[in-house]
């Protein structure tokens, strides 16, 4: 039996490094994240954790890769709710490249997609509730300074 997908597309006006920067920086992703920060080096083989603000661990995993500018592929089971644990460990890949919208009017974006391979059906309706609000802030963030969901 196949593991239950979420997969989520988006366009940001922005380059692909700064969508890399965003999604491997600390303080960056506290800012889109809801408070939320990552914990890692963000090389293949490296732990890889997101801490709530008063320091409990929300999820951890590890980096199983990490092309700067195009993927990031990480291990990821998440810690603070019994019933999510419990379906195990996850995988998540963002995928970041430059596409044309538009293209006989010059527009140009980041495309930004996240699949989710979940471990099971409780996680897989967590994330399909987080991610889209998660994704809506970043985009928010890069393309106008702010977030969209406070």
Not at 16 to 25: I, N, R, Y
Not at 41 to 59: H, I, Q, V, Y
Request: hydrophobic share 40%; net charge neutral.
């Amino acid at each position: 039996m196949s593991k239950p997908n979420f997969v989520y597309v988006t366009y940001i006006r922005t380059t692909p490094e700064k969508v890399w920067a965003a999604l491997t920086d600390p303080q960056t992703i506290r800012k889109f994240w809801f408070g939320i920060t990552a914990e890692s080096d963000f090389k293949p083989g490296s732990s890889w954790a997101l801490k709530f603000e008063d320091g409990r661990t929300a999820d951890t995993g590890e980096i199983l890769e990490a092309v700067p500018n195009k993927r990031l592929v990480i291990r990821w089971r998440n810690e603070f709710k019994p019933e999510l644990k419990a379906e195990g460990w996850s995988r998540c890949t963002m995928e970041i490249e430059m596409a044309d919208y538009y293209p006989d009017f010059g527009g140009k974006a980041v495309k930004l997609t996240i699949n989710h391979e979940t471990a099971g059906p409780k996680f897989a309706e967590a994330v399909s509730g987080g991610w889209p609000k998660v994704m809506a802030n970043l985009k928010s963030l890069l393309e106008t300074g702010d977030i969209a969901f406070k």
